[in-house]
């Protein structure tokens, strides 16, 4: 069941969210926000899709008056209802046997039915697909077929976990308000529902994609020990894990594919996004690239609070979960503090996505005998962090063009970062000759490599000459490059143009 927060008969703009505004704080949760708040002129509502209530906390964020609308969903959340013995169609069973073709890339067009709210809501709905003696056969059959040797409970609860929020999307289209564009920040879930309700409602959708999902779900998946197979892992077989990787990974593909099929924008945030959309199916002409900017103006007040010389402070903004990879950034500060014993790292972020991971985190720092060198400060006012900080460090192995690189400079703050996403364009320049001749804002170093970061650390934090310069470089870069008028305005634009399009 949907929770309105909000509730609006019409707005202009309609954004999918997955896991992310109003209850994350971060990344595409400060995007939307900021889109909100620097868009006062047009109406938004927002479509919230969580995995389970326990996961997400309050609200985090003051929702702006022009935010109309905001209904949030579960898709994993415990069932209420009691199977009950069903037939099932026939009919209906030969569809669902196209779309696992076209899942198992054995067709290359997406069958009409995909796309077709009626088709789950009538033809096959949710409890036929999983309680029907035809589905249960049909399953059965792909069992035997795939992987006999692993277990079927495990098979089948695979099965089920990544189709159930199908339907769930299927039902909120029908129920959307009224309004004349769709906005997703991703493809996944998200996207698929953007792309169902523009084929159902006949609008428009823009899609803008800040890492490229396909491709963060298959780190997700390749490194996530979250599958529970219900047995110990001693026990089981290395192609049991592979089979239901692959199951997950297809789906995320295929839906990937049949949301830039359907979206009439495709934005990303820097040319090796783009690319990497192309790769994955994107069709070039539909790509364009807006990238993140920040408030330079307010953020340049913060110089004014900086102390003389160079903080022995290095910074990390992020979550505290494993793409962020702040293991590495603790070994690298073993490194640093052997040189400069008094350096501190500050890892400012919430704790509570990945708890294990962050206990993991603290341990490491005890063991290697820098706790008190090592603070672990959760979510903080960046506004205060920013100018007590000599630099900003990123150590991720996956990232889009992160916002707290931009925010850092334009607050006089050089990074070191990992060569992820835009973290070298951000910081050697990659816009164009002119932003590429300013130089470097910083270094870029390899991922897991934490000698090379604590080098670069070690190098900026005691050579003042070498920082300033790279802190001239950030000021130059962030105040030319990534206003954050330029990018409302570009969203502005884009939003102005597609609802030019719409239909009364």
Known sequence: MAEYIRKSKAVDIMIFGEGTYPYVRGGVSSWIHQLLVGLPELTFGIIFLGSRPEEYGDILYELPKNLLHLEVHYMFD???????????????????????????????????????????????????????????KFIEERYKENCSDISFVDYFWTV?????????LAEIVTNMPKVKLLHSPSTGYAGFLASLASYDKKLPFILTEHGIYTRERKIDMLTADWIDFKKP???????????????????????????????????????????????????????????????????????EKRPEGVPQVITLIGRV?????????????????????????????????DEEYA??????????????????????????????????????????????ILEGFAAGVPCVATDVGSCYDLIKGGLNE?????????????????????????????DEKLWKKAQDVALKRVGTFYRQETFLQAYKDIYIEAMDTWQE
């Open 78 to 136: 415990d069932e209420k209802h009691v199977p009950s013995k069903r037939e099932g169609s026939e009919e209906a069973m030969k569809t669902v046997r196209e779309l696992y073709a076209f899942f198992k890339d054995e067709r290359e067009s997406i069958p009409e039915q995909m796309h077709d709210i009626s088709f789950y809501m009538e033809q096959m709905p949710y409890k036929d697909f999983l309680y029907s003696h035809n589905a249960w």
């Open 321 to 353: 979960v494993s793409i962020k990879d702040i293991k590495t950034f603790i070994r690298a500060m073993r490194i640093t503090i052997n040189e400069i014993p008094d350096a501190e790292a500050w890892i400012v972020g919430p704790m509570d996505e």
């Open 233 to 303: 892992t001693l026990l089981k077989q290395p192609e049991e894990t592979n089979y239901i990787q692959y199951m997950w990974v297809k789906f995320f593909e295929r839906i990937g594919e049949f949301t830039y099929d359907k979206a009439d924008s495709i934005l990303s945030l820097y040319s090796g996004a783009r690319d990497i959309q192309v790769q994955f199916g994107a069709l070039k002409e539909k790509t364009k690239i807006i990238p993140n900017a920040v408030d330079v103006d307010a953020l340049n007040t913060l110089l």
């Open 359 to 404: 206990l993991e985190c603290q341990n490491m720092a005890k063991s290697l005998d820098i706790s008190d060198n090592v603070k672990f400060l959760g979510f903080q006012n960046i506004k205060e962090i920013l100018p007590l900080s000599g630099l900003q460090t990123l150590t991720s192995i996956s990232e889009g063009m992160p916002l707290v």
């Open 434 to 462: 002119e932003d590429i001749s300013l130089g470097s804002a910083g270094e870029i170093v390899a991922i897991a490599n934490p000698t090379a970061l604590a080098t670069e650390y070690i190098r900026y934090l005691k």
């Open 160 to 168: 089920r976990n990544i189709h159930k929020p199908i339907w769930k």
